[in-house]
């Protein structure tokens, strides 16, 4: 089920990536058939903006501004700081579906697992944990199966197992993080080739005209726009998913201690 979940958040993520991509290539081809070849991309913008605006009357669309901006900072740099995204918050939608799955209600399952035990010994008390879902579940049942052995080594279980867990739920955030310093990185490396490309203009044209300068200089910043808006928003999701990590954990530590203390108890009174 987290897999189909994961896959079904990729797809999603890919499909619309696809749909943007097409649709600004489809509006950067209309772009250039109305204009001339000469033209810098902030002048072919304009035309389209002055086009739409005198077919229609009416104010360009969110949409369509934002395929627009999207075309003016060059498709290159702009796909790939877009499959940036994609690929960045389908592992966080994973991962916060991963998450709120292990969630459990511990001080339920501890009652459950005390009451399973009191009566029907350690084989009941793992089949309480066979059948609940959450690495805390699964940290009990190592340590209930180890039960024979005593005290310290189902301990030592525990805490091994605990590690492990703790790897699981880590999973995949270091995509995350990496897509993070990517998207600024890929948006600077734009504007730097950005910024090359209009003084490449301004040699060819020879003369230094406000309007090419300003155009090009609004081109290249774009990439480091939308490279920093990915960030910050790639950011938020990992810091969530960093909270909702430490919450299972501390929650998976305090059930661990009632557990050991719980066995210490039973075997007392026994």
């Not at 797809?11 to 000469?38: H, R, Y």
């Not at 080739?193 to 309007?211: C, K, R, T, W, Y």
């Not at 950011?235 to 557990?259: C, G, H, P, T």
Request: aromatic letters at 8%; charged letters at 20%; glycine letters at 8%.
């Amino acid at each position: 089920m987290k897999k189909l979940f994961a896959f079904v958040s990729v797809f999603g993520m890919l499909c619309m990536g696809s749909s943007i991509l097409a649709s600004a290539q489809d509006l950067s081809d209309e772009s250039n058939d109305t204009t001339a070849a000469a033209q810098v991309d902030q002048s072919v913008m304009s035309s389209v903006d002055e086009t739409l605006s005198a077919e229609t009357g009416e104010k360009v669309s969110l949409h369509k501004k934002v395929k627009q901006t999207f075309i003016e900072g060059g498709a290159l740099f702009m796909s790939f700081i877009l499959l940036t995204f994609i690929f960045g918050l389908a592992i966080a939608i994973e991962r916060i579906i991963y998450l709120n799955l292990a969630t459990t209600n511990t001080e339920k399952l501890l009652k459950k697992i005390e009451d399973a035990y009191n009566s029907g010994g350690a084989e009941a008390a793992k089949e309480v944990c066979r059948n609940t879902r959450g690495p805390v579940a699964s940290i009990f049942y190592q340590g209930l199966d180890r039960i024979t052995e005593g005290i310290d080594v189902v301990e030592k279980s525990v805490i091994a197992y605990g590690s492990v867990q703790m790897g699981l739920l880590e999973q995949g955030l270091s995509w995350i993080s990496l897509f993070i310093a990517i998207a600024p990185m890929l948006g600077f490396l734009g504007t730097v080739i950005g910024m090359i490309q209009a003084f490449d203009a301004i040699q060819l044209a020879g003369d230094v005209s406000p309007q090419l300068v300003a155009g090009g200089i609004k081109v290249a910043l774009i990439t480091t726009l939308f490279g920093l808006i990915v960030a910050i928003i790639l950011q938020l999701f990992y810091n969530y998913i960093l909270s909702k990590i430490d919450s299972i954990v501390i929650k998976m530590e305090d059930a661990s201690i009632s557990l050991i203390d719980m066995l210490v108890e039973y075997g007392i009174k026994k």
